[in-house]
């Protein structure tokens, strides 16, 4: 993707920060193609956006976490922001604690569901101590517009006295919500209840966890309810981890297999319960064959990889996408088709990248997988996402398109340029076939002390007709088709970037300016034969620096 500028379009008073656009913002190539970037000033002023919902107009509704405030951002399809709003969820007595940001539903009238947790606040010197030995789930129904319409609440027992074994003392327990389904005439609630290490960083790793789940209507009245007791949650509180088997009328949860060090099995657990939250039984994929390693260890940790997200499909398996550690050597993203007892069926392995203390591959955080239509399904990851400037002058999510059977499609690389940071935390498909992405970034050359948040929508088109799909290893621009004939056609987002073909003598035959998405060259004149091209950029200082360049055959 081409570099940045800091062209200041729009002031946003309400949190007070710039909204600036990417140089390729100033050319809107399609009305379904867009890009924003937020100047957030530090780490702590940035967005972490966990969710995107479209609308039934088109429109998108984006989620996040801003000062342990809820944050939503409302963009039309062509990219303008419409509103935005902050929502405070602070309670006396109470502490918000939803890691992987507030979940939210949309309603049937155009309006939104959000559910917030609150743990009481145990310390006795804290200001804000109120005595309170209950936790809350609290649901606020809001309309289209993000206005308040009613708030209900439930309250979750815990126990008020610490834990103890024989050598590790334990916090007060405390829950956070997971998974919350719509059913059509009310929601399903998955929530986890975990101690943690009073005198550490490192909490579940010895246990002391349940599982709950509740059935409500849409008043949050409990219809009925089941529970798991086991060694740990793992933190594994996410929005797609209890998945709803419609053909046998079951749920099934999954849950990683191994946090910390060696203490327990590595690969993940599936646990499945019939509609009543019964318990039936188990199933655990341990190592998993086929995806070209030997130990596999999904984790859901920043510190080595994030976004273990399962989604269900019509042939009624299940698709997860995840970072995982394989072995001792490598990180990577892997793509796993696994039926209803944990077999694995079919995988995918992406982005392996040698383990360091610079780089690692991540993939987006709450989200990295998905689809409206099984035939276009959409997985991303970042190799050397970390802290690469010396070993890796770019920093590149790969979107991968691929269909229920995991075929390959199709692959395009978002590239965000020379010693970048980039934390991707979602992935969405969208009802036009293409897909959006969210995240943010900072230069380490450049200016190591802002961060920015991006938000970026690719149109189906960008999926659509490359039939070389980087198979060289390109990571920003392809030429297709190849072999061609009359047309070449060069897809960048590169911008102020210079093309340059040659023949096979070395021959300059043709140059010109890249100022779109797709470039499309007129080769009806041109013999039969290999050609040579090249991409570069211009700039004052060292005047056209080659960036890529790849063969074409006419």
Same mark, same amino acid.
């Given at each position: 993707m081409q570099s940045l500028t800091t062209k200041k379009i729009q002031t946003m008073k309400k949190l007070s920060f710039i909204l600036i656009l990417f140089f390729s913002s100033n050319i809107m190539f399609s009305q379904n193609e867009f890009e924003y970037v937020y100047e957030s000033s530090d780490f702590n002023n940035i967005i972490e956006i966990t969710d995107i919902l479209e609308?039934?107009?088109g429109d998108f509704m984006v989620f996040g976490i801003k000062f342990d405030h809820n944050y939503f951002g409302r963009f039309s399809n062509s990219g303008e922001l419409l509103y935005e709003k902050l929502i405070n969820n602070s309670v006396p007595g109470y502490y918000h +604690?939803?890691? #992987?940001?507030s979940p939210i539903i949309k309603s049937k009238d155009g309006g939104f569901y959000i559910f917030t947790n609150l743990n009481p606040i145990y310390d006795t010197n804290d200001i804000n101590y109120q005595g309170y030995f209950e936790a809350k789930i609290v649901m606020d129904k809001l309309d289209e517009n993000l206005e308040l319409i009613y708030s209900k609440e439930m309250t979750i027992p815990l126990d008020s006295t610490i834990i103890c074994d024989e050598t590790i003392l334990y916090d007060y327990? #405390? +829950?956070e919500i997971g998974t919350v389904l719509d059913e059509g005439d009310g929601f399903v609630i998955c929530y986890e209840k975990y %101690? #943690? #290490? %009073? =005198?550490g960083s490192s909490p579940h790793i010895y246990g002391f966890d349940s599982t709950f789940f509740i059935k409500t209507d849409y008043d949050l009245n409990i219809l009925k309810s089941g529970s798991l007791g086991h060694l740990k949650c793992n933190e594994l509180r996410h929005r797609n981890h209890l998945l709803y088997d419609e053909e046998d009328d079951e749920y099934l949860y999954y849950t990683s297999g191994e946090w910390n060090g060696s203490h327990y099995k590595k690969g993940f657990y599936?646990?499945?319960f019939d509609s009543d939250f019964n318990y039936i039984g188990e199933h655990y994929l341990s190592n998993t064959n086929g995806t070209g390693v030997n130990s596999i260890h999904y984790q859901d940790g920043d510190?080595? /990889?994030s976004g273990i997200t399962f989604k269900r499909t019509s042939s009624n398996t299940t698709i997860m996408m995840a970072g995982a550690k394989c072995g001792q050597r490598y990180t990577a993203a892997i793509c796993l088709e696994i039926n209803d007892e944990a077999k694995m069926l079919d995988s995918i392995t992406f982005a392996k990248n040698e383990i360091s203390s610079t780089n690692k /591959? /991540?993939?987006p955080r709450y989200g990295s997988i998905d689809w409206t239509d099984e035939n276009r399904i959409f997985i991303g990851a970042t190799s050397n996402s970390y802290y690469s400037p010396i070993l890796n002058d770019h920093q590149y999510l790969t979107i991968r398109m691929i269909n229920k059977d995991l075929n390959i499609l199709d692959e395009l690389y978002y590239d965000l340029g020379k010693t970048s940071a980039l934390w991707t935390t979602t992935l969405k498909a969208t009802q036009d076939g293409g897909c959006m992405i969210a995240g943010h970034f900072y230069y380490y050359d450049k200016d190591p002390d802002t961060y920015y948040n991006v938000i970026k929508k690719f149109p189906p088109e960008a999926f659509d007709d490359i039939k070389e799909a980087h198979a060289h290893g390109l990571k920003y621009a392809v030429a297709y088709p190849n072999p061609g004939g009359d047309i070449l056609n060069i897809r960048t987002g590169l911008r102020n %970037?210079?093309?340059?073909? =040659?023949d096979i003598n070395g021959k300059k035959i043709h140059e010109q300016e890249i100022t779109d998405d797709v470039t499309s060259v007129d080769a009806s004149k041109w013999q039969s034969g290999t050609y040579v091209w090249r991409l570069g950029v211009r700039s004052a200082e060292l005047g056209v620096k080659e960036m890529e360049s790849g063969k074409w055959v006419k």
């Open positions: 609308m039934d107009n +604690i939803n890691h #992987e940001g327990p #405390e +829950i %101690a #943690e #290490e %009073a =005198y599936l646990y499945r510190y080595l /990889t /591959t /991540t993939v %970037a210079v093309l340059s073909v =040659y």
